[in-house]
């Protein structure tokens, strides 16, 4: 609050009619700041602010309120789903309630032994996973963080990567030398490693 001249600056407040606690800044200032700590969740508080000038002339406001914010909350997740599948790659996407992080444990069972992540605290959730192997049924759950660090995490879910359908390179560096009676045929293998 401000004041027309140099003053203290002094909030009372409660949750009973009668004011018991108060906060106070130091020094004289026309524009006044105080922190009111260790306030309960939730909670609608009265107060007042007085302000005295140098030789002692006080004002008070009349009695105002305020209402604390409600504890935090873990995210709820919603609307689960897996696109983009490929033979070694899929999306997972989900939706939450409030902004939060983004992560995917997934694997093989419900063990979960890898994980991917995006950054960021969003609503709209999308984790790429790659690495993946053609034609497997992948578990997963997704989880999702709030700013205060509550955390959800979903049940098991699953997909299946589709088969491979992408043909290896040919061979390399293939070479015939003729020989007495056979011929010796040398070459490289492509690097697929479904080769």
Do not use: K
């Amino acid at each position: 609050w401000n004041t027309d001249e140099p003053a203290t600056g002094t909030v009372e407040y409660r949750l009973t009619p009668a004011y018991g606690s108060s906060a106070s800044h130091a020094g004289l200032s026309t524009s006044h700041s105080v922190n009111v700590t260790g306030l309960d969740l939730d909670t609608e508080y009265n107060f007042r602010v007085i302000s005295s000038d140098a030789v002692g002339n006080t004002a008070q406001s009349g009695n105002l309120t305020f209402r604390t914010s409600p504890p935090p909350t873990p995210p709820v997740i919603s609307n689960i789903l897996v696109i983009n599948i490929t033979d070694s790659s899929a999306v997972v996407t989900w939706r939450t309630d409030i902004p939060s992080s983004s992560f995917v444990e997934f694997g093989e069972t419900v063990a979960y032994d890898r994980s991917a992540s995006s950054p960021g605290l969003v609503t709209d959730h999308s984790v790429s996973l790659t690495g993946l192997d053609p034609s497997t049924l992948y578990h997963f759950r997704v989880g999702s963080t709030e700013a205060s660090g509550l955390t959800t995490i979903s049940g098991d879910n699953t997909f299946t990567t589709l088969g491979d359908s992408t043909p290896p390179s040919n061979v390399f560096n293939f070479f015939a030398t003729a020989g007495n009676g056979e011929n010796l045929l040398t070459w490289n293998n492509p690097p697929e490693p479904d080769f």
